[in-house]
């Protein structure tokens, strides 16, 4: 079994090159079930979560080809509208094909999807807003079922702004008749992307980004050519890397604004952040201290950067509150990190986290993908070796992490140590 083998302690210093992001082409690979045309997809990491959609849509009929960083995917002859149980539970966004599948074909019928154990993960809000705009929705035998009964926009109110929702309901609107509006929708960047991808093939969406979404139904979708946007969790978790190594780190292809959560965090530690016209650079120091951090919906700081702040905040100087405000069971990293020496107490999702000048390398595991993402942080700024299993959850999220990492002059090496 592969393992990645850590020696710290070494700051790192370079530039790196942040990969497209996983939670924009996840959502606009599943998008591309609505066109009767071709999609080219620039760059588009190598991830495993890209794989498994890759692998879902081609059972559904489509024709997919990859070349290097470009992905062309073609669902003009699409021929099934069921997603299999074995496919379904790799990942949670296989929930993401059934919005498209139902406005395109009227039907669906698609295994609750798996992904990251870090919650429960329900389909309410997508169900609900499904049948809100007039499917008819059944759940059996482990499947969710939908067929178009009389389909037409409607003003929809979701209880919470779920990414995914948000993003299911607009597919599921974009080729009935009518207009949508999606009231406390999401505001990720990852939204902003699916909606200028739409767009472009033809759909008459407005206000992603703001959490009313208005969808004007229209009667058929085009190809189009796209170039996702940035990675920002892979975006900050490389300044996590620098500013935990008290490294000098230069990060190139990023929005600033997709980070600025990540940048005031840092700031507050102490660290030093300069941005540039294209990039950021991050700049960690040996006075860095604690500071306190609650992951809200964005535009505040975001669940998927939690761990890695749990890591970086180990190191410093003083005691941090962390609250976990979206996922019910996110601190799973959480007795790993203890067994580097890192002092945290869980109070239900509140981690109490006091800073420690050294932590020490150990056997460790990742148990989902942004942990594996903080347990080797942890091994860059520990004595000795950290060695971490289970890395196909580190490699649903970080295309070639450890490559990167290397060019950064970390100590990291992968094989069957
Ligand atoms: C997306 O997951 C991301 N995944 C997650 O990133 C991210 O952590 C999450 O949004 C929050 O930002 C992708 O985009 C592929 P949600 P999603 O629906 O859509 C509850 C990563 O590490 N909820 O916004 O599944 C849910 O239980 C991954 O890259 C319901 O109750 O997240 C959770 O508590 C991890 N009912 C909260 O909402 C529903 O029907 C947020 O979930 C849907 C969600």
Redesign the pocket.
């Known amino acids: 079994m592969e393992k990645l083998l850590v020696r710290g302690y070494k700051p790192l210093k370079g530039q790196v090159r942040i990969s497209g992001s ?2 924009a082409i ?2 606009i690979m599943a998008a591309s079930v609505l066109s009767s045309g071709e999609i080219i997809l620039n760059g588009v990491p190598d991830l495993e979560d890209i794989k498994v959609m890759s692998e879902m849509l081609e059972i559904l009929g489509a024709k997919i080809h990859r070349q290097n960083d470009v992905l062309t995917i073609n669902c003009t002859d699409i021929k099934s509208c069921e997603v299999p149980e074995h496919i379904s539970r790799k990942m ?2 296989s929930n993401l094909v059934m919005g498209a599948l139902l406005a395109r074909f009227g039907k669906a019928r698609v295994a609750y999807p798996g ?2 154990a ?9 169900l609900k807003g499904f049948r809100n705009l007039g499917y008819e929705i059944t759940e059996e035998f482990g499947y969710m079922q939908g067929r178009a009964i009389n389909a037409e926009g409607k003003e929809i109110m979701l209880d ?6 948000t993003e299911n309901i607009i597919m599921a609107a974009t080729l009935i008749p009518g207009t949508t509006i999606i009231r406390n929708a ?1 505001r ?1 960047p ?1 939204i902003i992307d699916l909606q200028n991808f739409l767009n472009r093939m033809g759909a008459k969406i407005r206000g992603a980004g703001l959490d009313s979404i208005r969808i004007e139904g229209v009667t058929r979708l085009g190809g189009v050519e796209h170039t996702v946007i940035p990675d920002r ?1 892979e975006a900050g978790t490389f300044m996590a890397a620098a500013a935990i190594t008290r490294g000098d780190v230069y990060i190139e292809n990023v929005v600033h604004e997709h980070i600025q959560p990540t940048i005031a965090k840092l700031r507050e530690t102490g660290a030093e952040i300069i941005l540039t016209n294209c990039g950021i650079r991050i700049i960690g120091n040996r006075k860095m201290r604690s500071t306190d951090i609650k992951t809200m ?2 535009p505040g700081f ?3 950067m939690q761990p890695q702040f749990m890591a970086l905040l180990s190191t410093v100087k003083g005691t941090s509150i962390l609250v976990e405000t ?3 069971n996110r601190f799973m990293h959480v007795p790993e990190l203890r067994r580097m020496g890192a002092d945290i107490k869980i109070e239900g999702r509140v981690a109490i986290i006091k800073g420690k000048n050294r932590l020490e390398g150990a056997a460790v595991e990742a148990t989902d ?2 942990a594996g993402a903080a347990l080797i942080l942890a091994g860059l700024f520990s004595e000795g070796e950290t060695k971490i299993s289970r890395l196909e959850h580190i490699e649903r ?1 970080y295309d070639n992490i450890h490559l990167k990492l290397k060019t950064l002059g970390a100590d990291i090496t992968k094989g069957n140590i």
């Open positions: 996983k939670n996840l959502p949670r966004a992904g990251c870090i919650g429960s993960r329900p389909m309410d809000l997508h919470f702004p779920s990414v995914g929702a999401a990720e990852e969790i919906p964005y975001p669940t998927d979206i996922f019910e993908l942004r999220g």
